[in-house]
């Protein structure tokens, strides 16, 4: 009865959590939208860049408006062959190869091994003054990638971007941003040239790389979302997918730093002739021992050994093959005269060895090496030469290098080995919140539908228990309690002690019921008492041997039970039955009627 009530009690309590349970689940905000995106309620809609936030957007969902907004390089490479200095790379808006989202489109380059290159002007100049540059933009390497890159140009503000048919490789920009790879080289560059405030000369300036390498990014087939931030206090930060993955200073960051230092190497310096960088020298008083042999070999062969017995000295270790054959079309003159194929000598397959013995080698005790005198201190020793330090002519102190050069256009110049990559929802503001609505209303709805589609139902489930902790107690009792207590009743039906008229003999013959199978009992052991041909075990343990070798489970008392577990006689097929008959009592018991005894029916085997 206590088994019955424990399992009501339990039921009910699993379907009272899972109702509720059920009910959280469905009313949560968070879960509703994440199955509307999947179900596609949610439509994609083209976000607007409002020219008071934006000093440039394009989401390349217009291809009429791309056609007049960006313009197609016609220039040349001046550095490299004419068959491939033409900017031929083909440009082309279209949908990704996977769509994710309704009448989403992207700048595709489609072409490969080809220099391609395009831009377009900016709304508004960006001028460096007390506001951040955000720079923002998609890409998605839809053929994966192993040489190439997919960053873009800030140009500079001037006349070399009059004309961006001529943009190439060679016109002046303020900053580079983007990934790059090439084998096992991988990049996010952040690059922006410096100008001397003195010379009015132009240097590059390399942001430190990342500490984490970007690979699943070129192989995935996956948008990501690229992030710079520029801020007038001369810190930087760099996000991937939203994560900080690179931020510091344009002062202390970069290389070449963006201060030189304030004294060189004098050029005209140079080190003496007679200046001595030796610390230590050989001993020019010491000699060489008059028995020291330099002609001594470091090995010699073992004095102490001697040839084994049943060595074959006079048989060769490899024979020619008696059994091989010249080929039909071996030319003498042109293949030299035909010999047997070598094979190892059968005569020494049973031997010791065969051939020229040879004693094996030990390491010569009068072995000494090259003699060299030992070193001791130089007493001319003058140190390490460096050249004089002079005042550096072209020192200067710039300390707000985030004032840079003018933004007035934007470009795409690239070589890359993989076609198919796609450039989206390119942006440029001041306002970081701005570029973070932006990202909600694209990149984010296709991570959330990536995300979706990549989640099984068990990730789901323990994605919504890290952020509602109080789930993990709901299945520990909806899921763990109900198991705990199932097995609770199977080992205790296992283990408790059965009654006598409860165990079965393991036979096919009919069995009699319960008072018939102790009447027949009792006459088998009075049988057994009286015959002289069948032997009478001495003890209970003799008793249950007899038993088990007629192939017999006869009933016995619990005091037996021990006796029986160590003969170790039930196979596999006894343990099952042991299950259903617990199973079956369990049954019986639980379907018994208020107030009668229901007599349990015989059973074979």
Known sequence: M?????????????LQ???????????????????????????????YADPAKFYFGDNFDDNVQFATKWIKSQAKK????????????????????????SNDMGLVLKSKAKHAAIATRLVRPFVFSNKPLVVQYEVNLQDG??????YIKLLSAGKEIDDLKQFHDKTPYTIMFGPDKCGNDIKLHFIFRHVNPINGTITEKHCR????????????????????IVRPDNTYIIRFDHKVINEGSLLTDFTP?????REIDDPNDFKPENWDEREKIPDPDSKKPDDWNEDEPPQIPDPNASQPEG????????????????????????????????????ACEKAVGCGLWKAPMIPNPNYKGKWRAPLIDNPNYQGKWAPRKIPNPYFFEDNNPFQMTTIGAIGIELWSMSSDILFDNLIITDDESAANDWAAETFDLKRKLIDSEAETFVSRILKYANKNPWLYAVLIIVVGLPLAIIFYLACSSKISPQSPSSRAKKTDEHLPDTEEQEDNSLGKSNLNSISGDIRTPDTED?????????????????????????????????????????????????????GGVKKRKSRRD
């Not at 059920?22 to 596609?40: C, F, H, Q, R, Y």
């Not at 490299?80 to 082309?92: F, H, L, P, Q, R």
């Not at 029986?564 to 079956?584: I, P, R, S, Y």
């Open 2 to 14: 206590k088994k019955k009530f424990f399992l009501k009690l339990c039921l009910l309590l699993t």
């Open 17 to 47: 959590l899972a109702e509720a349970n059920d009910n959280a689940v469905t009313e949560t905000p968070e879960m509703a939208k994440s199955a509307n995106i999947l179900s596609g309620d949610v439509k994609y809609k083209s976000p």
């Open 311 to 346: 060595w074959l000295d006079n048989v060769e270790e490899m024979v020619p093959d008696p059994n091989a054959e010249k080929p039909a079309d071996w030319d003498v003159d042109m293949d030299g005269e035909w010999e047997a194929p070598l094979i190892a000598n059968p």
């Open 542 to 594: 003799d008793r249950i041997e007899e038993e088990f070798k007629g192939n017999n489970y006869d009933d016995v008392d619990n005091e037996n039970e021990d006796a029986e577990d160590e003969k170790e006689e039930f196979d596999q097929n006894d343990l099952v039955v042991e299950g259903k008959e617990a199973a079956e009592e369990f049954l019986e018991e639980t379907n018994k009627p208020e």
């Open 145 to 150: 990638q192993e040489c190439g890159g997919s």
């Open 78 to 101: 001046d550095d490299i062959a004419d068959e491939i200095s033409k900017y031929d790379g083909e440009w082309k808006v279209e949908q990704p190869q996977k769509p994710l989202l």
């Open 257 to 261: 730093p963006v201060n030189p230092t």
């Open 209 to 228: 790389k990342a500490k984490d390498r970007l690979d699943d990014a070129f192989k995935d087939k996956q948008p990501h979302l690229y992030q710079l």
